[in-house]
């Protein structure tokens, strides 16, 4: 965030389709950080959506508008062409015809070149896909998702419709952004997993599929088979049929499992390391002294947790550890440039 | 900024063709009523205003010269035109100023407020509250739909500013929102 950008200035982007992804990235961690904000977010929400509503449009005539400006000579050629005697009648036609066809040609071309210009693309698809390491992505609407390691995502640029419909290829931990009127499918391997707003872990890698629910309810479905799966349970498709296996979770732990982490840094500032770990991890992580952002850090992390990953980072910089709640904050001298 | 399209169309109303122009009017004419109707509180005026602007471009066609997108660039002109007209209507008699000020009230005639749902006129009060300024840029953003840049064009503001009085808008309207949002919020998600 910049220095004179508020958080008020960020969600008003956000609303207005104006944020980058970088900008929308802090918006994501901005509302998972607490429940007020994210109670300031829904209360903005409304506001931006109600809003247009208020618009006072009162209809104009534009063909009226247009005659009165007087540009068009159309109307009077109209007139003339009706007092010529017969035989320009034939000749006047087809003048007409190839009038009427050249402006087909160029509303045609300007519709060609207008719709690339002014509309908007609603239906832009976007795919992301993960290569050696774990990534974590927030939809168009709030929604969170985990994605594992060569696993992909296909989702459309902005959600139209009555449903958020979306792909997936591998697996995934999803924290679904609550919202009852506009149901959250995912298609992966044939299946249809359908949220109203819950957590939930998908792997889905060939043609078996496992969903784990942390939270909420999630309708997990193939054909015409389906199960309704509540917290603490797991529903899997066998490979290559259509029937779908319902069981309880052992212990909550599983369901964290599937969000296996894998970090590589190669001479990677800590600066970039930390915003990637607070983002992982929804941490803040935060230096006592800027020169420290400077360290280039090369180590690579495997399902490690993040208190053993910040031990590292100290280790090999002989950095102090300061721990309070969901702030840490690394102290040193740090290094130069 | 000026982007080919846009140069396409300018070339094409510049060579007098009539279909380009007229498309051109076409598309605008309503959004770009609706925005003057914003400032002068009367749509006659509006309409006056904007046709004034489209036969001034059509007579000058071979001459403009336009650094902003087509549509900043109609925007801007009718801004500037009803700016210009508010401040002739203010040299006038004390008498045009009194009308001013009836349309103004007659705006949200309480038949009007009727039509409108308890959220939206909770919300008109609000945008009623903002800053001249602030709400000119709010409602450019959220009424006419204009990106970012193209406010910025409109009105000779940079981009920066428009982000921190659309910030500053939401800001103003959710504190005078406070009480009654949470309501609001509660019966969405429990329908």
């Known amino acids: 965030m910049n220095q004179d950008q508020t958080i008020d200035d960020l969600l008003a982007k956000y609303f207005a389709n104006e944020t980058d992804t970088h900008e929308a990235d802090i918006i994501g961690e901005w509302i998972g950080a607490s429940g007020d904000n994210k109670k300031v977010f829904e209360q903005s929400k409304v506001i931006f959506k109600s809003v247009p509503s208020l618009k006072n449009q009162k209809a104009v005539n534009v063909d009226a508008a247009w005659k009165k400006l007087g540009i068009s000579k159309n109307n009077i050629t109209k007139t003339v062409d009706i007092q010529e005697v017969e035989p320009i009648v034939k000749f006047n036609w087809l003048n007409n015809f190839l009038k009427i066809a050249a402006v087909l040609v160029v509303l045609f071309s300007l519709w060609f070149v207008a719709a690339k210009q002014f509309v908007i693309p609603q239906n832009d698809v976007i795919s992301f896909k993960t290569g050696n390491a774990s990534a974590e992505k927030i939809l168009p609407d709030g929604t969170k998702i985990s994605l594992n390691k060569n696993s992909s995502i296909t989702y ?42 819950t957590s939930f872990n998908v792997r889905a890698y060939n043609t078996q599929v496992q969903v784990i629910v942390k939270t909420g309810r999630v309708r997990f479905s193939k054909n015409n088979k389906e199960v309704i799966l509540e917290k603490g349970q797991k529903g899997e498709l066998l490979a ?47 230096f006592s002294n800027e020169k420290i952002k400077n360290c280039k850090l090369t180590a690579s992390f495997q399902d490690e947790e993040l208190e053993n990953i910040i031990n590292v980072i100290a280790e090999t910089f002989g950095l102090k550890v300061y721990t309070q709640k969901d702030l840490i904050i690394l102290s040193g001298e740090g290094c130069g440039i | 900024m000026i982007q080919t399209p846009d140069l396409d169309i300018l070339l094409a109303i510049r060579q007098g063709n009539e279909r380009v122009f007229e498309t051109v009017f076409r598309k605008y004419y309503q959004s770009l009523c609706n925005y003057a109707c914003g ?42 035109t009803c700016l210009n007209r508010l401040k002739h209507l203010k040299i006038q008699e004390v008498h045009k100023l009194y009308v001013g000020n ?78 009654y949002l949470p309501v609001v919020l509660f019966l969405l998600f429990n329908q």
Request: glycine share 4%.
């Open chain 2, 39 to 80: 400032i002068l509180k009367d749509m006659d005026d509006a309409e006056e205003v904007v046709q004034s602007i489209f036969l001034k471009f059509w007579e000058q066609r071979e001459s403009i010269e336009i650094n902003v997108s087509l549509k900043s660039y109609l925007y801007r002109a009718v801004h500037n």
């Open chain 2, 102 to 179: 009836y349309y103004e009230e007659n705006h949200d005639s309480a038949t009007e407020m009727m039509d409108k749902t308890d959220l939206e006129s909770r919300i008109s009060n609000a945008l009623e509250k903002l800053p001249e300024q602030c709400r000119l840029i709010f409602k450019m953003s959220r009424f006419e739909e204009l990106k970012y840049q193209e406010i910025a064009d409109i009105l000779g503001l940079s981009i920066k500013t428009i982000e921190n009085q659309i910030g500053k808008a939401l800001k103003i309207m959710r504190a005078e929102l406070a009480d």
């Open chain 1, 240 to 286: 290559n049929t259509a029937t779908i296996i319902k069981s309880e979770v052992e212990e909550q732990k599983e369901i964290t499992q599937g969000k296996k982490l894998s970090f590589e840094f190669e001479k990677t500032s800590l600066g970039e390391v930390v915003e990637k770990l607070n983002q992982t991890f929804g941490k803040k992580i935060s």
């Open chain 1, 156 to 197: 459309p640029a902005t959600f139209e419709g009555d449903t958020r419909e979306i792909k997936l290829d591998g697996e995934a931990f999803f924290n679904v952004h609550h919202n009852v009127a506009h149901p959250f499918i995912i298609h992966t391997q044939g299946t249809d997993i359908q949220v109203l707003g």
